[in-house]
């Protein structure tokens, strides 16, 4: 085994818990680690025999809102800001989300070459009212109906109703199952579309790059940005971290005021493992290594 012999010698794993409830059968003290799901992490850390084994790790995923960049009305970056401030993201993601950290970037928190800044619009609907006037829609006057095409990812309705709200545009709400979405945005991509984006390594290219780079084939916004590219290009061509995160720190400037993607949540996971149990840990990936499970002394 490449990383020497495993601390726990056996490990029972239960693939069928018999219709009863995971977190049932942990606090009967049947198990010792089990999954559990965001929503039920909610209640379970002010509980007094749950909340001191439960564990919480951010995964490297993002629930995201694209726009169509290459068709009107989303084609106009005033259009895009105006949407990106009259919509309380951080409320919605506090509300929605995982509980994982504070939503200020595409990339998650932990990627490589991040960067700690903040690269979303502050929620200001008055703002937002004067861009879209600005982009010739003044108290959303002859803008076009558009849709919002998701298949459950990010809070789709609340969007909508703060569109509606502070805007007063017209944002018709479409869910489809997950194989229809994807031919959607590769074959017709929709005015407005929510998609979850997991990354297949911890690095900050995997989001900005791969996501909205002019020439990358995940680009399903279709926009481009010279100096975005150049910028990630010149990332990539360094091995020096602090400045693949100062480049990178801004190209996420750029989309910040583009809006061609907003980030709405990130993804966490969620266990429960006995106090004494050390090595449960989950990665950003969402695996958990059974060879690192190991009871303190």
Do not use: C, K
């Amino acid at each position: 085994y490449w990383a020497g012999p495993a601390a726990t010698a056996r490990i029972a794993v239960i693939t069928d818990a018999g219709g009863r409830s995971a977190v049932d059968i942990f606090e009967d003290e049947a198990t010792d680690w089990t999954r559990v799901f965001p929503s039920d992490a909610s209640w379970m850390r002010y509980d007094r025999y749950l909340g001191p084994q439960l564990r919480q790790t951010d995964e490297m995923s993002v629930a995201l809102l694209g726009f169509d960049t290459t068709e009107p009305p989303f084609d106009d970056p005033q259009v895009r800001r105006a949407l990106a401030m009259a919509v309380d993201w951080r409320g919605l993601a506090e509300f929605d989300g995982d509980g994982g950290s504070a939503l200020t970037s595409l990339v998650p928190p932990g990627v490589t070459a991040r960067g700690e800044g903040d690269y979303l619009l502050a929620y200001d609907p008055d703002a937002a009212r004067a861009e879209l006037a600005a982009a010739g829609f003044p108290g959303g006057a002859g803008f076009p109906a558009v849709t919002l095409m998701t298949y459950g990812a990010g809070p789709s309705s609340a969007i909508a109703a703060s569109l509606a709200r502070e805007l007063d545009l017209d944002v018709r709400v479409e869910l489809r199952d997950f194989e229809e979405h994807g031919q959607l945005l590769e074959q017709d991509t929709p005015d407005m579309w929510t998609l979850a984006w997991s990354a297949d390594y911890p690095h900050a290219h995997a989001f900005l790059g791969l996501l909205l780079e002019s020439d990358s084939t995940a680009n399903m916004s279709g926009w481009s940005d010279p100096g975005f590219d150049a910028l990630i290009e010149a990332a990539a061509a360094t091995g020096d971290l602090s400045e693949q995160t100062r480049l990178y720190g801004e190209a996420q400037a750029i989309v910040r005021e583009e809006a061609p993607m907003i980030p709405l949540e990130y993804g966490a996971s969620w266990w429960l493992s006995r106090e004494d149990l050390d090595g449960g840990r989950i990665s950003g990936a969402g695996l958990m290594r059974f060879a690192d499970l190991e009871w303190a002394d």
